[in-house]
Every structure is written in C-alpha cells, then in structure tokens.
C-alpha cells in the first residue's frame, strides 16, 4: 500500500531527481497525513490535512537551500511505500528511492522569495509532472 507523500526539495534537487531517474539516497525525508495530524486536527477534513502536510515540507524546503539554489520552495507530490511515521508530526522516513513514474506533481514559488520573511510567503503553484522541464528552465 502506498501513501501520498510531500518531499521538501530545491530546484537543483529537483533537477538532479529528474535527470537520475527518481527521489534518493535514502531515506527520503517527507511529509504526508500522518495520525499524529488527524488526531491534533479532527475537525479538518482530507484536504485540509493534505494542505497542512504540503505546507509543512514547503517549510521544510526552506532550510534546504544552498548557495546555488534559486530561493524557490519546492515539494514534490509522490506516492512512497515503506514509511515510517514521526509520532509527533507530519514527518516521515521513506526508506526505498521513490521513482519519478511515482510523482504526480511539484508545487513550487513561481517567483524567488526572501526566506528571512517567512509572513510573507504566500501558496505555491501547481505544476503538472510535464511541466518540471518549464521549472528547471531557471536553472540553465
């Protein structure tokens, strides 16, 4: 069984998932609907928990920027086996490479962002799987 997961990610990351085929080393840190969010949030309903899981790997995408990376968050939307759940939060630890068949999508900023003014950040973008060509685009 399989889980729809959110991964925390760069453009360059982004890049270098694509160009090898699939989300790795592992383990491959992730966010997703966790029972730890379902029973701190009852009143939400699916959505509202998939929305509070993207958000949280947006977030967590924050701090993996380097020097190179454009300042873009980016969460790839994939479905992953073999999960380990954070008791405490939307974490988890996936420990097989996630195949790039396996990405439905990739929310990103559609525009660089100041990291240092995190009330600022506003939602992401949608983007089809066809479309990450269009996202590295920036990176060339």
Known sequence: MSTRVYVPATLGSLARFTAEGGIGPTPVHA???????????????????????????????????????????????????????????TELRIDSAIPMRAVHAVHADTVDIDPSLPERLGDLGWFGVQEIPDLLVDLE
């Open 31 to 89: 966010h997703a609907v966790t029972a730890w969010l379902r029973a701190a949030w009852p009143e939400a309903d699916q959505e509202e928990w998939e929305y509070a899981a993207l958000m949280a790997a947006a977030d967590a995408s924050l701090v993996s920027f380097t020097e190179e990376d454009l300042p873009r968050r980016v969460v790839i939307v994939a479905e992953a086996a073999d999960l380990l759940e954070d008791p405490e939060s």
